[in-house]
């Protein structure tokens, strides 16, 4: 059996009114266990350090730390794959901005396309086998999903990698991804009790931080799977 483990934090707000004209889904993907228990192990020892060092005993969020302390966090865990899907608030439909559920289901849309693409991204390279079977377990901070969101986003994914999908306003035949069975389990998470959805946190602000400041170097990450939307 393959595995993947998929963990997404935000950053910046899907509204007209975002300061940066961006909206972030970013994270980190592992393929075993063993990988994803250092990872979070070394992130828990990197925060314990900043925490000794500022006194603080809360959840380390990115908004609230020193540059020096976000490095820290961000650089403990570079030799891992990183993934990220940005919004270009300014290119979205007017009517899609306008209402929540539609909002909603956009962010479910484009959780949607980077964990495609960073599946097809493994599969070209032979890190994961298209028809072996996989698990895969999707770790979301909490957040407000639209009617059904829950089966919605799984029931996409499951579409998208295993049935293929048809646009009928082009015409065109996207065909599956995987050839094999694909068991999804997907959890929204509290990020105060899961470690590395708040690593997930740190990679998510440093990629809407290069929108809002215009430094594009800060996007240029090694072991990094970017898709940009719409």
């Known amino acids: ?113 980077i964990i495609k693409l960073q599946v097809q991204s493994l599969v070209a390279q032979k890190k994961i086998l298209a028809n072996q079977p996989i698990t895969m377990y999707v770790y979301i901070d909490e957040q407000l999903t639209a009617s059904n969101g829950y089966y919605g986003l799984k029931e996409s994914i499951q579409e998208e990698l295993c049935y293929g999908i048809f646009n009928h306003d082009y015409g065109t035949q996207y065909p599956p991804v995987l050839r094999s069975s694909l068991e999804i389990n997907l959890h929204f998470c509290d990020s105060k009790y899961n470690y590395l959805i708040q690593a997930s946190d740190i990679v998510a602000n440093r990629i809407w931080t290069s929108y809002r400041i215009n430094k594009p170097e800060l996007r240029k990450i090694s072991n990094h799977t970017g898709l940009t939307l719409p």
């Open 1 to 113: 059996m393959q595995y993947l483990y998929f963990f997404f934090d935000d950053s910046g707000c899907l509204h007209t009114n975002e300061e940066s004209g961006w909206f972030v889904y970013a994270g980190y993907t592992f393929m075993n266990k063993d990988d994803l228990d250092i990872a979070k192990r070394r992130y828990i020892g990197a925060m314990k350090k900043i925490r000794k060092e500022t006194g603080r005993d809360n959840e380390l969020k990115s908004f609230g730390l020193s540059n020096k302390h976000r490095r820290s966090l961000y650089n403990v865990l570079r030799p891992y794959d990183t993934l990220s899907v940005s919004v270009d608030i300014g290119r979205m439909y007017p009517h899609v901005m306008q209402d929540k559920k539609s909002i909603c289901r956009f962010k479910d849309y484009a959780l949607k396309r």
